[in-house]
């Protein structure tokens, strides 16, 4: 992902930061009058301050990191921060930020800001947000209220402590697409009666080290020294050019079961500096020797014969102006999942509020995608159950209604699902395609109307699709929408069939008729690779989604408005 730098706009007068000049004034009434019409600002109490912004990053398990200060503004009531925090935008995770802002006691002006002991200072107040909140507001502005953590204690009604109003704003590096031509020589041959069926697929490591695709090439048939078709790697989604890449090449197999021929692990500033060096890099692979995998060297290279950097619309840009992401969810209600009322059930309701993997699913992917959504009124589905009374439904509005299937928020989804437990009987088989071609209906329908949107389908699943064909023809239909379906398979059920379905596991789907999916739009993760805790099942993913919606939107040249 991209750089987003949030301006903690600035103050004539500070102490712990870069002084003014005397021969600068008029520029600084400038840059003055800028950063309070864009950056961050505080209105405090009637008592004259000497404010200090401190930015913290709530991580995932609760832990609360400081990682930014800005200068001291002295007596003010209404100070703008000049000093800025860039933070790296990251679609696929709630980045919850914390802002507490201190009134720095006078005997601490000549302490430069990293050294201040903030229990020494007073608190003005603090308040938080995530990051997608405010990339998606207009201007990507975003004022909120802050408060003291005793008020919320001490009184039913909190004191007023002023508004923090915060700016963010894309940095251009963000806006840098690099276009690479890779091909590979010598590469080993892993069929037997032919030569290998070769595709790449490249990686961004994350902090754990696990590696989550965000792109990959066409597979080339029967082909030892392949060069495949350009790909396009966005600095917003790789992080920057200094960021670790995996590339990996796979021969295909049509049962989903690929053969690693080799890898490499390169940043993107390495794969430019190959271009220009016209040398090939050898590729490994990762061998068991004993107890221990040791890299083997092969003769086999990647070559990189292009590469050129442009700057193209972000999907931060499309969101600026105006986009949104409408959540959509349909779950697995066959008798495969067990009966709802016995513990070992995947739809067993825990009595002590511990979350099933369909509502573990649905709250991190909701978590995430509900920022992005302005009504957050999602539909929601069911399939493969019988409503009582009826036969049984392949695609069912999970609130019981008969002609509504939105709900209010990831609260509303929660709600309805554990109702539709206890008012539906579990029955099969596992089809996917009526659920499919409903939410694409809904996709075509705001495509006639000319609506700003882009949807997300999350189908939760058990068990392997019994309508294989059926739902290729429907995903060969859905891919010419402004859509994305992302499927989770819970449970011990064997997946293997399923990863046909998403391109990033082989080829593109291919219809009944013969007819190839304009792109790939689908993404599927088995529910026990996530469950480790190393990665979540919201980066496995979304990772891959707003590589699909600029594929879209550049396919068909929507251009953000301005």
Same mark, same amino acid.
């Given at each position: 992902m991209g750089?987003?730098?949030?301006? *903690?706009?600035?103050?004539? #007068?500070?102490?712990?930061?870069?002084? +003014?000049?005397? #021969?600068?004034?008029?520029?600084?009434?400038?840059?003055?009058?800028?950063?309070? &019409?864009?950056?961050?600002?505080?209105?405090?109490?009637?008592i004259e301050s000497d404010p200090m912004l401190v930015v913290y990053i709530k991580e995932r398990d609760g832990t609360i990191t400081e990682v930014f200060r800005t200068e001291v503004v002295l007596n003010s009531l209404n100070p703008t921060w000049i000093a800025k925090y860039t933070i790296t935008y990251q679609f696929e995770v709630v980045q919850t930020l914390l802002f507490?802002?201190?009134?720095?006691?006078? @005997?601490?002006?000549?302490?430069?800001?990293?050294?201040?002991?903030?229990?020494?200072? @007073?608190? !003005?107040? %603090?308040?938080?947000?995530?990051?997608?909140?405010i990339v998606t507001k207009p201007n990507r502005l975003?004022?909120? $209220?802050?408060?003291?953590?005793?008020?919320?204690?001490?009184?039913?009604?909190?004191?007023?402590?002023?508004k923090l109003t915060v700016h963010a704003e894309e940095c251009f590096s963000s806006k840098t697409t690099a276009e690479i031509t890779l091909r590979c020589l010598?590469?080993?041959?892993?069929?037997?009666?032919?030569?290998?069926? +070769?595709?790449? *697929?490249?990686?961004?490591?994350?902090?754990?080290?696990?590696?989550?695709?965000?792109?990959?090439?066409?597979?080339?048939?029967?082909?030892?020294?392949?060069t495949w078709k350009p790909v396009f790697l966005n600095l917003q989604h790789v992080g920057s050019k200094d960021s670790p890449l995996v590339i990996e090449c796979f021969n295909f197999n049509s049962n989903g079961k690929h053969d690693l021929i080799g890898k490499v692990q390169k940043t993107l500033a390495d794969l430019e500096k190959l271009r220009f060096g016209r040398e090939g890099e050898n590729l490994f692979l990762p061998t068991l020797v004993g107890q221990d995998y040791y890299n083997k060297m092969l003769k086999s290279k990647l070559f990189v014969d292009k590469f050129s950097e442009t700057v193209q619309h972000t999907f931060l840009d499309y969101l600026a102006g105006g986009f949104e992401l409408n959540f959509m969810v349909a779950i697995d209600f066959t008798a495969s999942n067990g009966n709802p009322r016995l513990p070992d059930s995947l739809h067993y309701i =825990?009595?002590?509020?511990?979350?099933?993997?369909?509502?573990?699913?649905?709250?991190?992917?909701?978590?995430?995608? @509900?920022?992005?959504?302005? =009504?957050?009124?999602?539909?929601?589905?069911?399939?493969?159950?019988? +409503?009582?009374?009826?036969?049984?439904?392949?695609?069912?509005?999970?609130?019981?209604?008969? &002609?509504?299937c939105e709900v209010e928020g990831i609260r509303g989804i929660m709600m309805a699902y554990t109702s539709a437990l206890f008012n539906v009987s579990l029955a099969g088989p596992t089809l /996917?395609?009526?659920?499919?071609?409903?939410?694409? !209906?809904?996709?075509? @329908?705001?495509?006639?109307? $000319?609506?700003?949107?882009?949807?997300? !389908?999350?189908?939760?699943? =058990?068990?392997?699709?019994? =309508?294989?064909?059926? #739902?290729?023809?429907?995903?060969?239909?859905?891919? $010419?929408? +402004?859509?994305?379906?992302?499927?989770?398979?819970?449970?011990g059920a064997d997946f293997k069939e399923m990863e046909i379905l998403d391109?990033?596991?082989?080829?593109?789907?291919?219809?009944?008729?013969?007819?190839?999916? &304009?792109?790939?739009?689908?993404?599927?993760?088995?529910?026990? $690779?996530?469950?480790?805790?190393?990665?979540?099942?919201?980066?496995?993913?979304?990772? %891959?989604?707003?590589?699909? /919606?600029?594929t879209y939107m550049r396919s068909r040249d929507i251009k953000p408005s301005t």
């Open positions: 750089n987003c730098c949030s301006d *903690v706009g600035g103050g004539m #007068t500070a102490v712990g930061g870069t002084s +003014p000049s005397a #021969t600068t004034g008029n520029q600084n009434d400038a840059v003055d009058l800028y950063l309070k &019409s864009r950056g961050i600002h505080g209105h405090f109490s009637q507490h802002v201190f009134d720095v006691d006078t @005997q601490f002006h000549n302490v430069e800001v990293k050294m201040l002991k903030l229990e020494e200072q @007073q608190s !003005l107040g %603090e308040a938080s947000c995530a990051l997608s909140e975003l004022i909120l $209220d802050l408060a003291r953590r005793e008020d919320s204690v001490s009184s039913t009604h909190s004191q007023h402590r002023g010598d590469l080993e041959s892993k069929d037997l009666f032919s030569k290998s069926d +070769p595709f790449l *697929v490249i990686s961004k490591l994350v902090e754990s080290g696990i590696s989550i695709p965000v792109c990959k090439t066409e597979v080339i048939k029967n082909d030892l020294n392949p =825990d009595p002590s509020g511990r979350m099933n993997a369909y509502q573990k699913a649905i709250y991190e992917v909701g978590e995430v995608l @509900q920022f992005y959504d302005a =009504d957050k009124r999602f539909p929601a589905w069911g399939f493969g159950a019988r +409503p009582i009374d009826g036969p049984v439904s392949h695609c069912f509005n999970l609130n019981g209604s008969s &002609s509504n /996917f395609g009526h659920v499919i071609n409903r939410a694409a !209906l809904i996709a075509s @329908q705001s495509l006639a109307d $000319d609506a700003q949107k882009y949807f997300v !389908l999350l189908i939760i699943t =058990d068990g392997v699709v019994t =309508d294989l064909q059926e #739902t290729k023809d429907a995903l060969v239909k859905a891919s $010419d929408l +402004p859509l994305s379906i992302l499927i989770v398979g819970v449970g391109a990033d596991k082989g080829e593109r789907l291919e219809s009944s008729t013969g007819r190839v999916a &304009s792109r790939d739009i689908v993404q599927f993760v088995p529910f026990r $690779d996530v469950q480790s805790g190393e990665i979540s099942i919201v980066q496995a993913l979304l990772a %891959e989604l707003p590589t699909q /919606f600029l």
